[in-house]
C-alpha cells in the first residue's frame, strides 16, 4: 500500500503541475484567502464564486477588514451565493483572528479548528494549502476518487469509511507537496473523476484504480440512502404603497437569518386555503395580533389576487413561496396601506430594494413583482 501511494502521490502531483486551472485563489498562499475561497467553495459551482471572490477580497483585503465590518455589508457582498450561515461564520471567526490571535490566521490546528464554522475539511484545506501540512482536506470530489482509486465498495458517508479515506489522504499528502496535492486531489474529482461520464481515459492514476480494473466505475461511490426532503408553503404579501413595498427582516437565528423577506408565514400542511392565512397574515399587520381572528372572520373579509408562486431548494428542505395581494390595497390607488405600529419592518422603495439584503427567493419574488408592476430595475447583481 505504501509504494501505491508513493506512486499515486507522485503521478497526481506532477499532472497538477501541467495541467491546472489557473484560478485566483491559486495565485496565493495567504490562509484568509484560502478560507475565504474554500468557504465560498462549500456547494457552490467554481464559475459562481469567482467574481464574488474578487468582490469580497477587494472590499475586505485582510482579516481585519472583515472582523471589523457591518454584518449587513458582509452579507450584501454575499448576496446571491447562498448559504448565507457561512458567510456569518466567517465574519465570526475574523473577529476571534482579531481578538486572541492578532489579526492573523492561526496555524495551529486546535486554534483553528476553533474558530467558528471551521469544520474537518477546511480545517485540512488551510492547513494543507496555506501552510502545506499534511492535513487531509475530503470534500465530495475526494471521496469519489479515493473510493474509486480503493474500489470501496461500502457508503462513503460511513463514519469508519470516512475517517479510512482520510487516513489514505493524509499518507497521500506525507509522500508529496501537501498544498498540491490537496488541490490536485480536488482537481480529478472535479473535471476528470466526475460523478457521470468519468474521464478514466484522461485520468492520471487510471494504471492504479481498483474500480477501473474491476468494472465499478459506475457504481461508485456508493452512499446512505438520502432522508425524505421536507416540504413548506410559504404564503407570502404583497403590500405597496406608492413606489413602495412592506417588507421584514427575519430574526438573526435560524434559516435566512437577519435578511430581509415579504411578510409570510411558512407552513409545513396547509389545513386550510392558502388564501385564508394571506387573510389571517394581512388582519395582523393591519390591526395586531389580539384582533387576528376577529378581522378574519369579518364576512365583508377583502379578496386576495394571487400574483407570483416561485420554487427554491434549501439544502433539506424546499419552499414553494405564493404571494397574494389585497385587491382594495392596490398600488394604482386604492385605499392607503398603514401598518399596526406593533410590527417591525420597513417600506421599501423601488429603487432602493438594492440596499437590503435579500435570500435568493425572495430575489426571485421581487423581480417577477416589480416587473409586473412596469418597473426596469436592475435589482441584484447575477
Known amino acids: 500500500m505504501e509504494e501505491s501511494l508513493a506512486a499515486f502521490a507522485h503521478t497526481l502531483e506532477a499532472w497538477y503541475t501541467q495541467t491546472s486551472r489557473d484560478l485566483p485563489w491559486r495565485r496565493t498562499a495567504d490562509p484568509y484567502a484560502i478560507l475565504v475561497?474554500?468557504?465560498?467553495?462549500q456547494q457552490t459551482r467554481v464559475e459562481t464564486?469567482?467574481?464574488?471572490?474578487?468582490?469580497?477580497?477587494?472590499r475586505f483585503p485582510t482579516p481585519l477588514h472583515l472582523a471589523d465590518a457591518?454584518?449587513?455589508?458582509?452579507?450584501k457582498m454575499w448576496e446571491g451565493l447562498g448559504y448565507y450561515r457561512r458567510a456569518r461564520n466567517l465574519k465570526a471567526a475574523m473577529e476571534v483572528v482579531r481578538d486572541r490571535h492578532g489579526g492573523r490566521i492561526p496555524d495551529h490546528p486546535d486554534e483553528l479548528k476553533a474558530l467558528p464554522g471551521i469544520g474537518p475539511y477546511t480545517l485540512g484545506a488551510v492547513l494543507s494549502i496555506a501552510f502545506n501540512r499534511p492535513y487531509p482536506a475530503v470534500d465530495g470530489n475526494v471521496l469519489r476518487v479515493m473510493s474509486r482509486y480503493r474500489a470501496i465498495e461500502e457508503p462513503v458517508d460511513l463514519p469508519k469509511v470516512k475517517r479510512q479515506i482520510e487516513q489514505d489522504v493524509a499518507e497521500t499528502l506525507e509522500r508529496g507537496t501537501p498544498r498540491v496535492l490537496t488541490q490536485a486531489l480536488m482537481e480529478l474529482g472535479a473535471l476528470v473523476c466526475t460523478p457521470k461520464k468519468p474521464r478514466c481515459s484522461a485520468c492520471p492514476v487510471v494504471s492504479g484504480c481498483a474500480a477501473r480494473a474491476h468494472g465499478l466505475t459506475d457504481a461508485?461511490?456508493?452512499?446512505l440512502p438520502k432522508r425524505a426532503r421536507r416540504r413548506q408553503t410559504v404564503v407570502a404579501l404583497w403590500l405597496t404603497r406608492g413606489d413602495s413595498f412592506w417588507a421584514e427582516q427575519r430574526p438573526e437565528g435560524g434559516l435566512l437569518g437577519g435578511m430581509w423577506q415579504l411578510p409570510s408565514v411558512e407552513l409545513d400542511d396547509p389545513s386550510t386555503?392558502?388564501?385564508?392565512?394571506?387573510?389571517a397574515r394581512f388582519a395582523e399587520l393591519r390591526f395586531g395580533h389580539a384582533q387576528r381572528g376577529e378581522a378574519v372572520r369579518e364576512p365583508e373579509a377583502m379578496a386576495f389576487e394571487r400574483v407570483c408562486e416561485v420554487s427554491h431548494a434549501f439544502t433539506h428542505l424546499d419552499w414553494t413561496v405564493v404571494v397574494?395581494?389585497?385587491?382594495e390595497y392596490d398600488q394604482a390607488g386604492g385605499q392607503p396601506l398603514e401598518i399596526h405600529p406593533g410590527h417591525e419592518g420597513a417600506w421599501v422603495g423601488f429603487e432602493e430594494i438594492s440596499n437590503f439584503v435579500w435570500p435568493k427567493?425572495?430575489?426571485d419574488v421581487l423581480r417577477q413583482l416589480i416587473a409586473r408592476n412596469h418597473k426596469?430595475?436592475?435589482l441584484f447583481q447575477r
Open 37 to 41: 475561497s474554500e468557504t465560498m467553495l
Open 49 to 58: 464564486v469567482i467574481p464574488y471572490y474578487h468582490r469580497f477580497m477587494e
Open 70 to 75: 457591518d454584518i449587513d455589508d458582509v452579507l
Open 220 to 223: 461508485l461511490p456508493k452512499r
Open 273 to 279: 386555503s392558502l388564501e385564508w392565512h394571506a387573510r
Open 324 to 327: 397574494f395581494a389585497p385587491v
Open 361 to 363: 427567493v425572495y430575489q
Open 376 to 378: 426596469q430595475l436592475t
